[in-house]
């Protein structure tokens, strides 16, 4: 393995020098260094520092096969790229269209271990199992002799039995994979004492036409009195970041939902996977991007011009309502980043007006509106964001229909769509939504952080005009608040630049 990492490394550092060009890269959203990335894999702390490893090709800024990236940190938002974690290099995880695809990582014994999905083809379909690797240092990883540790069960798609997720509670570890059956989608659970040996107990979870044909990345854990369990259903339609709330029998390997609820319905949040922090939190990344099977799916974008594709969606925390919903919390470290706050008191939009919001340079800026709905008569309260007078994306609360209505058509000149998501609307006084807007994305929050639609937009600098409107009928804003973000990953890759020019 050590062969591929190295020459897969070259590749990386000839890259870095042209991944400084890229105006199109995200300035405080984490990313990979260039070329392809997707799902977030083992999140984890180990030793004092965060880790994150993710779906990398660094070969090319499209999807091919598959290595895990890995980069650290101390405060999850200034990153520092490490060497590549696994590149594929054995029968099990070598295939031009497999690798190593995604997992989990967990700590034994002081030792970091990466359990993830080997993809081969066997020249008459594509197999997939369960294999692990692990590290003293954090950095070096070296691969299980006796792999895989983990086959499809018989009666299950060989192609389709992936991303293994490593739940652990008491002494044994749980290991939860994306399964298929026919067009059902499930969770499969198997329970082990030492992560090499692995028993299957049951079906922990499955969809009954509602949650599509295929489960990928299922991730569970333990939040207050209850379990949580997220997938990404393949086939669900309009779903396809799903939570569900409820109980889990560790005896029986059975999870037995209460809530189910979307934890982001935008275009472009898939895969998320979470980890526990040493404050306790749980946080979770995903990739902000969509998949071809997706109904809603165009292109890989612009970016592949700039030699990348894929960053990761605003870390959240997760908390859980006494309701069983979630709440999906950008995480306080954000706010380190923040600058030049402004703030405007009480004012009204008339119908038909625009207001001009004043937020930082008017690309990378957080943004919270807190509307008086008692004073508002608005149908709908209109976001107008990087704005140039004639490209912009369109964020509409519509309170007539209760619905959030995301519009991409006139964005950027490239993407397009339109996305709709039930609203909560819980206060009937109040509504606050909270903006976060990148170089290349946009993320809104409301309903306390219950509903999140997060999207691309490929828009220009010029583009940096934002505006709230009012349709048919007048809004009324009660208190508004912006600040400046910070460019956290210009400065790295300059440093890499200046690395490379010594
Ligand atoms: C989800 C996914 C996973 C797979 C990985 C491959 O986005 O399709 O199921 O392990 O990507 O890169």
Redesign the pocket.
């Known amino acids: 393995m050590q062969q591929a990492i190295s020459k897969a490394e070259l590749e990386i550092k000839e890259k870095r020098k042209q991944m400084c060009k890229a105006h199109m890269r995200q300035r405080y959203h984490f990313m990979g260094e260039e070329g392809w990335i ?2 977030p894999n083992g999140l984890i702390v180990y030793k004092g520092k965060y880790h994150f490893f993710y ?1 990398q090709n660094p070969y090319g800024s499209f ?1 091919s096969e ?1 290595y895990w990236a890995h980069a650290v940190s101390e405060d999850l938002i200034h990153w520092e790229y490490l060497p590549l974690a696994l590149a594929p290099s054995e029968p099990y995880d070598e295939h031009i269209e497999g690798g190593c ?2 997992g989990s990582s967990v700590i034994y014994k002081d030792k970091l271990y990466l359990i993830y ?1 080997g993809t081969m083809n066997n020249g008459s379909e594509f197999v997939q199992t369960q294999n692990v690797a692990w590290s003293s240092d954090g950095i070096h990883f070296e691969k299980y002799k006796e792999n895989p540790v983990a086959v499809a069960p018989v009666g299950y798609q060989n192609a389709n039995f ?2 293994p997720c490593i739940y652990k509670e008491d002494d044994t570890f749980y290991m939860i994979c ?1 399964a298929r059956t026919g067009d059902i989608g499930r969770a499969l659970i198997y329970q082990s004492k030492d992560l090499l040996h692995w028993e299957y107990l049951n079906i922990l979870a499955e969809s009954r036409g509602e949650f599509g044909y295929m489960w ?2 299922p991730d569970l854990f333990k939040l207050g009195d209850k379990y949580v369990l997220m997938f ?1 259903p393949m086939g669900a339609v309009d779903r396809k970041t799903v939570y569900l709330t409820g109980d889990f029998n560790k005896k029986t390997g059975k999870f037995s939902p209460l809530v189910s609820g979307e934890i982001d319905w935008g275009f472009d949040f ?2 998320p996977k979470s980890f526990e922090d040493s404050k306790g939190r749980r946080i979770v990344a995903a ?1 902000a991007n969509a ?1 071809d099977w997706m109904p809603w799916w165009k292109d890989w974008g612009p970016t592949y011009n700039e030699g990348w594709c894929g960053h990761f969606n605003l870390l959240r925390e997760i908390r859980l309502c006494k309701d069983g919903r979630l709440q999906f919390i950008p995480i306080d470290e954000y706010k380190e980043i923040r600058r030049d706050k402004q703030t405007e008191d009480s004012f009204k939009v008339e119908s038909g007006q625009k207001h001009k919001i004043t937020c930082g340079d008017g690309v990378a800026f957080e943004l919270r509106v807190t509307f008086d709905l008692t004073q508002t008569d608005a149908e709908c309260i209109k976001f107008l964001l990087r704005s140039d007078n004639q490209s912009e994306a369109e964020v509409c609360i519509d309170l007539k229909h209760q619905e959030m209505i995301v519009s991409r058509e006139k964005a950027d000149g490239w993407s397009n769509g339109v996305r709709r998501c039930p609203l909560l609307m819980e206060n009937e006084n109040e509504l606050k939504v909270h903006i976060f807007s990148d170089q290349s994305s946009l993320e809104v929050f409301t309903d306390d952080y219950k509903t999140v639609q997060s999207f691309n937009d490929f828009a220009t600098d010029a583009q940096n005009l934002n505006f709230i409107t009012a349709i048919n009928g007048n809004v009324a804003v009660l208190e508004m608040v912006s600040y400046g973000l910070n460019d956290v990953m210009k400065t790295k890759n300059q440093k890499n630049e200046v690395e490379i020019a010594f």
């Open positions: 997707n799902d779906q999807w598959m695809f995604s999905t992936r991303d994306g990928e990345c990404s898939y895969a990739w998949w």
